[in-house]
DNA sequence: CTATTTTCCGGGTACGTTACCGAAAGATAG
DNA sequence: CTATCTTTCGGTAACGTACCCGGAAAATAG
């Protein structure tokens, strides 16, 4: 049952020896610390080396007095419109519970996502405090650009989530491909409607960085019936009230009545079921939309919604943590981007999507 | 950036000092270990719940000597039945590297699915190491009981992963919930099948136990189709060589003209859909089987499958190595059944799932 | 060449636990 | 009552790393 460690790694300890050099100059190499000559550096780094050095995290954070600040910045959780960002928030602190017991500690900021101010007054206020570490929501993409600019210079690694800036030298990003996901919901429209039904898209929102997001799915969507001649139309809804959303619906169904599938390209799509349901045409059109919120479950579940498509938000929550965690902590690189698998969530499986990370079985 | 931690925690030497004895002593009751007087132990009992104590894990692992030994028993990866186990083994080497940093050790036995004795063999050899936990794959019921008896008498705990035998005591189960997905398969029929399409449920396997393994499933399936008159056949094929599967798949075809869907219980629906190719009528079958394995995704990429239900195999033996860590390490209670996501996996999808942790992407 | 600054480095303590060793009690035997 | 064993406990060296402090050596100034 018990036995002595394998003494395979070596500790500072014996570079130390082998260097004949103190424990402390060891130290500060390691650590590029002033104070060293350029030829014992050498002469430690080539030691380094050569033994394949890794640091005890244990010991590294045991004897460390610091402690690491990971600030998270995401959008409010507003349960009027979505609640889409309870489920990142979840997995943000199922990983703090994970990792507090090595000197992490999570600090949150909530912007709201009807006022691009807000972001800049949020995103102010997280650097006025210390901070090692960022977990950022771009909603705002200019805003967001000038922010990651502050944190360049202060040299404090910041991941996105849930959507991406590219080439903008984060960390890593979180999140959907959404691309991908628009081509995943035309496979399934195709599979469930007649040859030439018509599918309508919808892109429910009122800021416009966030339709950008919400464009490239209505790519991926139009990419997948690309050789076919598959009616496709679109239409665009600034207003985010039900009785905006149902007007604006209204109009194109009565435009295009042949519609068989809508695919709403974001979590707005209950306001749509509700409409459909209303007019008692729930049954007849395919109805596709995005996330596991607890109104798009609910109304899944009793039929007014076909397919959601999801993307593991708490998931992405816990790991966009984590990659901080690797980076700043365990010192071992991660990869630049994790798209999160495409989930196709039904009346039958949801019940079992990421159970065991909330109370839903 | 840098600050002192708070100095809320307490440690044994607060408590040693509270209780007026030495370090030593409370840590012999820490550890319920001998030499301590019953008064002095619950007065040191007493303090360590009013202060509510939580050991520091890092300086445990730090200063004990002791490595933890996990044994893995799990199937032998053949290529040539299906690799399903090659992606939880994954998972268990991710998790390893994870937490060998933390004095935890992995060590692999496997059996041989098409020889039950070989299993007996197997967990024999496993007791005789001094292990710590176990992660196990009971196929094989009777044999795993008596394996499970060894291990609760030597009070080593074991985790269930892929198939659960129930009131068994282990410290959990990590796998799928097999009713569900068959009901998740009979949603996808529907979905994409006539209303009155024939469905033809196919069992492959050899061996006993797994079969009412499958069992399960197909009671999942029928029980989606219980009120409907959707018309299903069962057939059990014992010979999983690809010429008895299309020789008993032939007749059951030839038997039920207006098959419209196949419903294969396991991983063996590549070879099914081997046939129908062969037959041309791989377009007119929906078919529908398990796991993502290689064989199985490239088929579904051809367009031969249609939908893989899948459990996120990798991730299994990620969590069921992590589950044992948990309870061992850092000892906090642990969930006594993981059920897994049920996954849809297609042509589209499939290049995205959990493509962070293989090479798939 | 001496005085002062700068550069470089070693000693040593701390982090919170584990676990070994041995000492002081107490119990038992003779 | 002394000798021996047993129970109960305290002191303390590790574990591998971080980091402070002070001292020697080297560089610069005077």
């Known amino acids: 049952m018990k036995k002595k460690a394998a003494e395979q790694p070596f500790g500072v300890k014996e570079i130390a020896r082998r260097a004949n050099v103190a424990i402390a100059t060891v130290d500060r190499v390691i650590h590029n610390r002033p104070g060293v000559s350029p030829k014992t550096k050498s002469k430690i780094e080539a030691i380094i080396r050569e033994l394949n050095y890794q640091p005890n995290i244990l010991a590294r954070r045991l004897a460390s007095r610091h402690i690491l600040r990971l600030a998270t910045v995401l959008p409010k959780v507003s349960s009027q419109e979505t609640d889409f960002w309870t489920l990142p928030v979840a ?19 909530y912007f709201d996502l009807n006022d691009r101010k807000s972001f800049g007054k949020v995103t102010k206020q997280v650097l006025k405090n210390p901070v090692d570490g960022i977990l950022l929501a771009p909603s705002f993409i200019e805003e967001s650009v000038a922010f990651i600019r502050s944190c360049k210079e202060l040299n404090i690694p910041y991941v ?33 409607t007649p040859r030439n039904a018509r599918v309508l ?3 429910i929102s009122h800021e416009i960085e966030d339709h950008h997001h919400l464009l490239r799915k209505e790519e991926g969507l139009r990419a997948y019936f690309q050789d076919t001649k598959r009616p496709i139309v679109k239409k665009d809804i600034r207003q985010t009230d039900q009785a905006s959303i149902e007007k604006e619906l209204s109009k194109a169904l009565q435009q295009h009545a042949d519609v068989r599938a809508i695919f709403v390209t974001n979590s707005r799509v209950a306001a749509v079921s509700r409409y459909l349901e209303k007019k008692g045409i729930d049954k007849d059109i395919l109805l596709i939309g995005y996330d596991f919120t607890k109104e798009n479950v609910s109304r899944l579940d009793q039929g007014h919604i076909d397919f959601l498509i999801c993307q593991q938000p708490q998931e992405q929550g816990y790991r966009g943590i984590m990659a901080l965690y690797q980076h700043l902590v365990m010192k071992v690189p991660v990869e630049k981007t994790h798209f999160m698998p495409i989930d196709i969530i039904t009346k039958e499986n949801h019940a079992f999507y990421n159970c065991d990370d909330h109370d839903y079985c």
């Open 160 to 192: 996105f989530i849930n959507s991406d800036i590219p080439q903008q030298e984060s960390l890593c990003y979180i999140g959907p491909d959404l691309f991908r996901s628009g081509y995943q919901a035309g496979q399934l429209i195709r599979y469930c």
């Open 91 to 109: 997995g943000i602190q199922k990983a703090e519970e994970e990792i507090k017991q090595f000197g992490v500690k999570v600090e949150p900021f």
């Open 201 to 203: 898209v919808l892109n």
